[in-house]
């Protein structure tokens, strides 16, 4: 009887861990709860779950040997996030708009999915472009499971009611540092190598491994605190046109930010939206949430800058500093381009990264809410200068 | 042992119907369909039903000698529509961003309400005005009853899946006329009385009942059809900038408005959007969803105008023309102002219509989703120029 | 030798005259002044130079039995308003992009125009629609000419240097009354009649003269002042939503309303922008440059609302009342919409006023900055809610 | 009797001529079309010619030792441009309403600030930072010279009548290319130099010289032409979704874009607007006015790339390429970022360049309406991605 794959049966064991992953983040929330959808960049938890099963279906399913029918025809346009070599797809804007598929049937989809999925893993003769493609669903899946948490936040945060997630605190639980000031590591730069290396997984972005000139540089020894980037805002940090960059002084007079996003103040101080509800500010912990524009004002007030990514992937490589994954994505000076050499993947695949290349900042690292085994140092994220939504923070270079 | 006045045990088996008649019109839908918001002017059914609710807790039994606690003291933000004597409100265009309070909750709140204020009308001692307060709160619900159905029929008309929700046909049964062209009714005018009279309920907005100088006139004998609208815009109706208001035409080309709303052309022809799915365009039915703008261009067309508000009533007022009730409301050339004489109500409830008398159209009659007892020859419906959710046509005068 | 008619004599003397006066408006004013456009709704002082001599050119020149070759024939398009039915129009906003035709080409046009229209009015074989449509053209010509200065004092007014059109002052000189407080004349109503009668000009939407009926009223025997005006801000007018409209109440938290425009404090008090700088606030002139918005909340704070159009010319048939003319025009709680039998001009000039009849209110009266022979008891005046930058005031009634 | 420093008699002379050169660039032009202002983007001329003036009254004048009187103490803010350090400044979409001052006054403020600054550079203790300040004047100006005509080419575009600016044909003369195709150049790459060097001027954002390494790659040796470009939309370049980036192909859907700006297509062809009236496409002209968008979608299409401006600059060292300068800028794949351990100039002149470095990409060479002084191998000129009113152009990579 012929086996599968030695790396296919590794891929369904994680195939298997990481979809249930994405159902335990939703435990305990409603119907109602998965369909919100607070503004166009934060999708319904609902359409992540539909869309992550889409992904699989569409690009493995339907085009393996024996594709079973479709789940439900439409679903092809409705789960559909922007690849336009698949065909159409729903406005983004409007995915709060679908209380047609409910939640059960979309769960029942998942289902579906994954049971054809296993099977096709059990398959003798998958090639490997196959199983690269599940490869990348699986880390697909799991950007998308960060992008629950973050969306969800949003969603619940526009509820005057502050509905909580979990009941235990969890996010505020990260040590940025305490009071005794941060210290920076010194690197000597040279030519030096980033990028994606060796036969594990990375994204096309990552790649290739090229050669970088560096000059010698410091490094802060840990993030930045929500002690530390209060220091700012009491000195005016927000009122003080000199620290910030010309189109970032607009739109905070815009929006009239004067705190970052989730902070608020009453009688009682400050206090942060979390997805445990509304708790006091933690000095301690990592500032979170802020945009790029905040995090460049903030260097310039500390006499520090922004480190480039190539700086940061060459302090990761020996990491020698604390909070590099886990606590908070750290914004760098970097804009997301291409590395040289890059090349997008083939097909429609090939849509997921290359075409976002444009005023959009990198960052790098990893957050509270990125799964765990989702975490790389070459991994670049990116989000435009003015995206609060994520748990981003900053790390001071110069 | 006390008992209950007679108009209070009339007013309490009046309020067990109507709130009964709420419940069962989002019978069959899901909490996600009821937390569907489409548009800033439509709001989620589960805000209709909490609304109605919140009016009943917040003018008579709050007010009442012996008031029950607060059912939930967040809702008496989050389900304000507008009264700005009461207090704070939550913003209107963000109403679907409320998953918490779920719908189970919002029918434990309705339940509760209905309740206490049954305990109410036992009473022996209401008051008139208390009396008063619960006509119109009934009266109220019968309005959010119709904006049940006509904000359903748009947030259901967003999902690609076009979903039904009754599986039988009924908006489209009405007929306006078959082909054998319109008649018109010949009134002779002179000075006339119209506003409501007598001791039955009337909005305020219906009052004083005062004198008109009405010019001699005529009123079509039926409402305009589906098949004579279609043959406005096959006549090019709709490129014709003669027929056309100035304000609309710039709205119609901004918009690119072709047809109704809800109306959709392909190879088989024109369909409307049903709250029954999506059906063949019924040519003998009246023409609905239409805005003033087109109601107005085609009656420019078809060389007559729309009536006033004054002509309607007169004409009602013998009830020798079809379909004055229950199909469409019928759009009037008549500005939403103040009778001579008008008194907003006292109070909170004041806000109720007068503060909106500024640029918006008179609508008269009812439409088929208009509750049947709520229907009155007096009552003054009105919208902005360019709202075509509503079911909305169009009667011709010369 | 064939005489010229007796009426186009009277009109050529006429003709000489209007024309003569918008010269006179912009004399001592640069090409650059004459150039700026503000806003949309405002436009160029070259823009309406040209544009009332386009009228002549369009409709009588060029219809005329010889006509002369078109001064340019790129005027056609560049000057035209709104007639739809005369072709391609250019784009409102972008009047003041026109730097060619310069002001001295633009005056040149005149010349042409007014030698072309010297030699038809000498025709003595001119039709009684030719002459209807010149006086038509020149009542057109005076309605730019108060444009002129409302418009001018807006574009000045963008202008941080306070630029003056002449140094006398003149626009604050009428007086609205002592500090004596108002006094109120009551009508008996009844059916009366409004609308233009006689031979002389009326534009089209004044006709035709008809019944209306009236109850009692009474109205205000001057306009409300500047100092009275002042009151109801002092008494927190501008932060009582009880006061407002809702969409007014919307409309003057959004743009920051808290005076009247060209209103400005500083440590001297108050003063206004006017046509000849800025100047100290008197209380004693009438209330000036107010939206509808604004002369409908002081009437709900002095316990009164405004007349109705109806009301307005009925007493003013009788003329016992101080500033109907020459002070500021008064804001009806009328909308603007067709009086019984209502039927356009015939042809393109037909677009002249039918076409507004929607979401504007109407002012009666005429301003300090209306041609004297421009002004009647039956002149219809409408703007949308929100205007201010026409001399718009309020009178009271109840 | 003391001399003027040597250094200070050459600039005095530059001075007379860059001064000069501006005014020619307005000769023949009206005072109004000095005040056209299209759009934010384009400054009226007038307000060039005042700002650059400013520049020099501000940092130079009102700083020297004996400063004379303020011109008219008004133009401190009116015409300053984004310098927060100096305080106020008028809205800068605003600067086409201010037709006071006038032309003539604006030329008087030259004349003077002339007469101050050659009186100022006669001194004999001018310090080196004044020295340095007014060639930094100097180039400001000649930035606002290419400016002049790149605004005045869309104030003009605006008008339907076509202005020129001169009759002689000149935009169009420059060659990008004959029929042969193009050739691309070979560079090694690996560790190189970029930035400026030596003691002429630079801009801060130029600075500082350094290291940086890259991999080998090959250039166009001309730029990229209006029948190559031609050919790519022939091929349907702006309808294929694969060629564009995402934010891109966003762009030209919303804002209808089918071809680069000021092209037009009618029965005769292809025709172009120009600072010469509106010509026939030149197909051997080097393609401009198109943004990065259209310059990345057609790199994609022609199988190449955009270069990092560190690629363009190396290849302008050997200076073996045509059309480096003076046809139209090339668009790099480089964001405009600091280079390693870039400072801001001190003072408020330091806000020149570093606050614009986010979300815009660097254009390399420079234009047919570029300054011939102004050219620098080193320049770095930026612009967002949506900008098509420079003269900017494309040259491929690979």
């Known amino acids: 009887m012929p086996q599968p794959l030695p790396r296919a049966a590794s891929l369904a064991a994680r195939f298997h861990k990481v979809r249930a992953h994405s159902l335990a983040l939703v435990h305990g929330l409603s119907a109602e709860d998965c369909q919100l959808q607070s503004m166009p960049d934060a999708s319904p938890l609902k359409w992540h779950l539909a869309h992550t099963s889409w992904f699989f279906e569409t690009f493995l399913l339907a085009e393996s040997k024996h594709p079973p029918p479709p789940f439900d025809p439409a679903f092809k ?105 941060v210290a920076f590591q010194t690197y000597s730069g040279g030519l030096i190598e980033i990028g994606h290396q060796g036969s594990g997984f990375g994204f096309d972005n990552e790649r290739p491994r090229h050669r970088v000139w560096l000059e010698p540089f410091e490094l802060a020894t840990r993030n930045v605190s929500n002690g530390e980037f209060l220091a700012f805002m009491l000195d005016g940090g927000y009122r003080r046109p000199e620290l910030w960059l010309s189109e970032a002084w607009d739109h905070i007079g815009l929006h009239g930010w004067q705190a970052p996003l989730y902070w608020q103040h009453d009688e009682q101080g400050w206090s942060v939206f979390t997805l445990h509800g509304r708790v006091p500010l933690n000095h301690h912990a990592p500032v979170s949430h802020i945009s790029f524009y905040e995090a460049d004002a903030y260097a310039r007030w500390a006499a520090a800058r922004l480190p480039t990514e190539a700086e940061w992937e060459l302090a990761a490589q020996s990491e020698d500093l604390a909070g590099l994954h886990g606590e908070v994505w750290q914004w760098t000076n970097s804009s997301y381009l291409a590395y040289p050499g890059y090349q997008p993947a083939a097909g429609a695949v090939g849509e997921y990264n290359g075409k976002f290349m444009l005023n959009q900042m990198v960052l790098r690292g990893s957050s509270v809410a990125t799964p765990e085994s989702h975490a790389r140092h070459s991994y670049r994220n990116f989000f435009p200068a003015q995206a609060r939504w994520q748990f981003s923070g900053v790390r001071l270079a110069r």
Request: with cysteine; net charge negative.
């Open 77 to 181: 346009v409705l789960f559909n996030s922007y690849y336009i070599g698949v065909g159409e797809r729903h406005l983004r804007a409007e995915r709060g708009l679908l209380s047609r598929p409910g939640l059960d049937r979309v769960l029942q989809y998942r289902d579906h999915v994954d049971r054809h999925m296993l099977a096709l893993l059990a398959d003798s003769e998958l090639r490997d472009t196959e199983l690269d493609l599940i490869e990348l669903g699986l880390q697909h899946e799991q950007q998308h499971q960060e992008l629950i948490l973050t969306d969800l936040k949003h969603h619940f945060s526009c509820n005057p009611l502050a509905p909580a997630w979990r009941a235990e605190s969890a996010d505020q639980s990260p040590r940025a540092g305490d009071d005794l000031g």
